[in-house]
Nanobody, 122 residues
């Protein structure tokens, strides 16, 4: 079994910053892409940012220039630094990873974290 555990959510004022972390644990031989998604109240889940094992990143237009995704491959951890937060960033943020549990596993598994709530409000 593979688990993703997120941390770092909370309440922040507009213009503030938060840093989310997501650590993978369990049966892990290799991790391919990792990413962050979010679901705002009354909306569908959307991509926030992704990062490849080599560090190539991709961002939603709404967060470009404000959010930075990074990862520590040795720790199987992905981070999301969120700056200049806006009320519209309020959402539950989910970590995602493509995990190969064992060397000879037939395919990568898509694993999701339980989500962490980010509330941006004065």
């Amino acid at each position: 079994q593979v688990q993703l555990v997120e941390s770092g959510g909370g309440l922040v004022q507009p213009g503030g910053s938060l840093r989310l972390s997501c650590a993978a644990s369990g049966s892990i031989f290799n991790i391919d892409a990792m990413g962050w998604y979010r679901r705002a109240p009354g909306k569908e889940r959307e991509l926030v940012a992704t990062i490849s094992p080599g560090g190539r990143t991709d961002y939603a237009d709404s967060v470009k220039g404000r959010f930075t995704i990074s990862r520590d491959n040795a720790k199987n951890t992905v981070y999301l630094q969120m700056n200049s937060l806006k009320p519209e960033d309020t959402a539950v943020y989910y970590c995602n990873a493509e995990v190969l549990p064992y060397r000879y596993s037939p395919r990568y598994l898509e694993v999701w974290g339980q989500g962490t709530l980010v509330t941006v409000s004065s």
